[in-house]
C-alpha cells in the first residue's frame, strides 16, 4: 500500500526522484489516489521552473527518464509541450554525454522536433542500409578452377538506372556519330582525365587549365578499338547554355587542354531544334568525310 506520509515528506523535502520511484512501484494510485495527483502536480510545476533554468545534472536527467516512463506508460500524462521540452532536453543530454544510442531511443518519443528528428532519420537511414545489405555468392562455371566470379544479388526489386545521355540531342546526336563512323567506338560524356594523359602536358597548362582537367568532360568522343581504345574523334554538342560567361570560360578552358594534347575538338552548334539524327549524319559525313585538315588550318565550324 502507498504511505501517504511518505509522499508528504518527499513533496515537502522536493525529492523528486524518491517520490517518482514511488509512484512508478504504485501505478494505480496516480489515477485514483488524490494526494498522488496533487503531489505530482506540485512537482511538475516546480520540476519545470527548475529545468527552464539551465543545463542538466545526471540527478535531473533520470527524473526526466522517469517521468517520461510515467506519462508514455500512461500512469501520468503530460501536455503535449511539456512532454515534447522533457524528450528533447534528455536527448541533448545524452547526446552531450556521448550517449548517442540512448538519445535516439528517446528521440523516437519526439521525432518531430530537432534535434530528435536529425537521430531518427538517421537511424532510419541506417536501419535502410542493414535491410539492403547485399549478398555476394560465388558462380559456378565450366572454368571455376581458373577463373573465379561472384555475384551481388540486388538489394531492391528497383532499377535506379540513369541514362548516358543528358539530353535527347545528345542521345541523337551519338547515333549519328555511330552511323557515320562504323569502325570506331563511340562513348558519350568521358571524363578529360580518361582520354589525356595529364603528366605529359600539365607543363603546357595554366593553374586554371590543371584544375579544370580532373571535373571537366568531353560530350562524345570516338575510340579506336584497333588501337587499344585510344581516342581519335572529339566533339562537343552545344547550345544556347554555352553562351553564358561562365560556360565559355569553362569551354574554352576545355579548348586549350584537349589542344595542348594534340587533338581537335569539333564543336557542334544545332541552328534549329529539335535537330535530328538524319540532320547530324548529314552534318558529320559533310564535315569529317572530307580529308582531314592540317594542323595549320582552322577546323570548320560546325
Known amino acids: 500500500m502507498l504511505d501517504h506520509e511518505r509522499i508528504y515528506q518527499l513533496t515537502h523535502a522536493q525529492d523528486w526522484p524518491a517520490l517518482l520511484a514511488l509512484i512508478h512501484a504504485h501505478p494505480q494510485a496516480a489515477a485514483q489516489d488524490d494526494l498522488v495527483q496533487r503531489a505530482l502536480a506540485t512537482f511538475e ?18 527524473v526526466l527518464e522517469r517521468f517520461i516512463l510515467l506519462h508514455s506508460g500512461g500512469i501520468y500524462r503530460l501536455d503535449d509541450d511539456r512532454f515534447a521540452m522533457l524528450v528533447v532536453r534528455l536527448v541533448e543530454w545524452h547526446l552531450d554525454a556521448g550517449h548517442e544510442r540512448t538519445a535516439r531511443q528517446y528521440a523516437r518519443f519526439c521525432p518531430d522536433r530537432e534535434p530528435c528528428a536529425s537521430l531518427v532519420a538517421a ?3 541506417d536501419s535502410a542500409r542493414v535491410a539492403l545489405e547485399p549478398r555476394r555468392v560465388e558462380v559456378d562455371h565450366p572454368a571455376r578452377d581458373r577463373v573465379h566470379v561472384s555475384v551481388t544479388s540486388p538489394a531492391t526489386e528497383a532499377t535506379h538506372r540513369l541514362s548516358l545521355f543528358k539530353s535527347d540531342q545528345e542521345a541523337a546526336f551519338f547515333y549519328a556519330v555511330r552511323t557515320v563512323f562504323q569502325t570506331y567506338t563511340p562513348y558519350p560524356n568521358v571524363a578529360l582525365s580518361s582520354l589525356i594523359d595529364f603528366e605529359a602536358i600539365r607543363d603546357y597548362l595554366s593553374e586554371a587549365e590543371r584544375a579544370y582537367f580532373f571535373k571537366g568532360i568531353v560530350d562524345c568522343v570516338l575510340f579506336d578499338p584497333h588501337d587499344d581504345y585510344r581516342p581519335v574523334h572529339f566533339f562537343e554538342l552545344d547550345s544556347g547554355h554555352h553562351d553564358a560567361p561562365d560556360r565559355q570560360a569553362k569551354d574554352a578552358l576545355k579548348d586549350r587542354i584537349i589542344a595542348a594534347a594534340g587533338h581537335r575538338l569539333y564543336r557542334v552548334r544545332p541552328r534549329t531544334t529539335p535537330v535530328t539524327t538524319d540532320d547530324f549524319v548529314a552534318t558529320l559525313r559533310g564535315v569529317l568525310g572530307r580529308s582531314q585538315p592540317s594542323d595549320a588550318s582552322v577546323a570548320p565550324t560546325l
Open 123 to 125: 537511424l532510419e537511414s
Open 45 to 62: 510545476q516546480a520540476f519545470f521552473a527548475d529545468l527552464e533554468d539551465g543545463a542538466l545534472d545526471v540527478e535531473q536527467a533520470e
